[in-house]
């Protein structure tokens, strides 16, 4: 929705000038089998046709997961949980076809409410018995059986699920050494819309623009970022949240603001994607082998768990967290490459 939005703004506005045809359009896609549920060629098909526009497209090679890897760490100087191929991937498809300066939709989601943790804070203030939470139920864009449990006020079980989707394994005995301050607890689902995109924008989004410029910058390209106006960072934060979130629609506004500009399976898509990426699919076999390998030789890990007593540096328990805790294990994984990359000759 984002990204298709600009596009068309980016096509009216070159047309207006006599320049049609000149927008184009860069994309990271999935072919293996496997690796399908992260495609949206589909949707990218769609608005390429809608627009007549150009569309580049790169795939990130399985082979060379951990080398794009490595060169992302290089340029960001951080830590994160997850693998950096897929973004450093698309910003070299950019520079491989000559784009010097991209627009990127990023800030959307923390500002009109895009994700699936807003549908809980919109309905947290709402009475359960209004029409109008019956409407957002068949609208939703969240799996009904979810607004079923958040409607009865099952704290407990978001909760859980908050807890399942922790990166760390025990913060209560401390050993949170590589944990995000930036983690979501459950106040931050139990809120107001508005306090919720306030949180995201003043946490989660800081991370993601880093990255951007990071990654971007690394092929010599410069990303915008439109969302991010301070016009319309001021406009959007003092908007009240029933317009972003309002009968189970996410970005509420933005659809309205689109409807009959873009086509319908775009405005009114449901199933969002946030860049996926096949985590699982490229975490296997010989790399599986390579990233536990680089864990258990890591100085700095050795370091780290001298100096905090972290015990979950065994072989074993890195099998268990490929399973159960991928992003903690992938952030190892990561702290064990900055260690060899910058700390090593």
Request: hydrophobic share 35%.
């Amino acid at each position: 929705m984002d990204s298709s939005s600009l596009s068309y703004l980016a096509e009216r506005i070159v047309s207006q000038n006599g320049k049609a045809g000149e927008v184009v359009t860069f994309s990271n896609v999935y072919r293996e089998e496997d690796e399908k549920y992260c495609d949206e060629s589909k949707y990218i098909d769609i608005m390429v046709k809608h627009l007549n526009v150009k569309s580049f497209r790169g795939t990130p090679e399985n082979k060379d997961v951990l080398l794009l890897n490595d060169r992302g760490l290089w340029h960001e100087e951080n830590c994160y949980d997850k693998l950096n191929a897929s973004a450093f991937n698309a910003y070299s498809v950019s520079k491989k076809n000559g784009i010097k300066v991209t627009l990127d939709g990023q800030g959307a989601d923390e500002q009109l409410a895009g994700y699936e943790r807003f549908w809980y804070s919109y309905f947290h203030t709402r009475s359960k018995f209004r029409i109008e939470y019956f409407v957002s139920l068949y609208k939703r864009v969240i799996p009904l059986r979810i607004a079923l449990y958040y409607g009865f006020f099952n704290k407990k079980f978001i909760t859980n699920r908050l807890e399942k989707r922790s990166i760390t394994i025990d913060e209560r005995d401390g050993d949170n050494f590589i944990d995000s301050r930036n983690t979501l607890s459950p106040k931050d689902y139990f809120t107001t819309v508005n306090a919720a995109t306030h949180w995201s924008t003043n946490n989660s989004l800081k991370k993601l623009l880093r990255q951007i410029d990071s990654n971007s910058m690394a092929w010599s390209i410069e990303s915008r970022q439109p969302f991010m106006d301070y016009r319309l960072v001021e406009f959007l934060n003092d908007l009240p949240g029933v317009y972003k979130m309002h009968g189970g629609w996410t970005k509420y506004i933005s659809r309205i603001a689109f409807n009959g500009k873009l086509p319908d399976r775009i405005t009114w898509r449901k199933d969002k994607m946030g860049w996926p990426m096949p985590l699982k699919e490229w975490i296997r076999g010989d790399i599986s082998d390579e990233m536990n390998r680089s864990i258990m030789e890591s100085n700095l890990l050795k370091e780290l768990k001298s100096k905090y007593k972290y015990e979950y540096l065994n072989e074993n328990n890195l099998d268990k967290l490929q399973g159960t805790h991928l992003r903690h294990f992938i952030r190892l994984y990561n702290v064990s490459r900055v260690g060899k990359l910058f700390f090593e000759v």
